[in-house]
């Protein structure tokens, strides 16, 4: 189950919701979170793991994925916009990376 904490922003187009597995990301795998998002219909899921796309077949997925290049959240706020323009274009299945650098 997804607990969602419903967080408008008027620099996304789609609803910005932030969520917190019952079950620990640390230890569930990228599947079992995807699956996860996907049945508390969530449209995009973001994520700093640069490895999903290599593991997990995103044909046919419900959720689309943003990567973004850098998890210091410090660093990462100074690139929404950066991460707006991935996610709002964003569809089902599709993957996108923001490259975000480390200073």
């Not at 620099?11 to 597995?21: E, L, M």
């Not at 046919?60 to 998890?71: D, E, H, K, P």
Request: net charge positive.
């Amino acid at each position: 189950m997804i607990s969602s904490i419903f967080a408008p922003d008027s620099r996304f187009s789609k609803t910005v919701q932030t969520a917190t597995p019952a079950v620990s990301t640390s230890t569930s795998s990228p599947g079992e979170l995807l699956k996860a998002a996907e049945q508390a219909e969530f449209h995009v899921l973001v994520t700093t793991d640069k490895n999903m796309a290599n593991q997990q077949n995103l044909k046919g997925r419900a959720i689309a994925i943003v990567v973004l290049g850098n998890s210091q959240w410090r660093i990462v706020q100074r690139h929404v916009r950066k991460i707006v323009s991935a996610v709002n274009p964003a569809q089902p299945g599709s993957y996108a990376e923001v490259e975000i650098p480390f200073q």
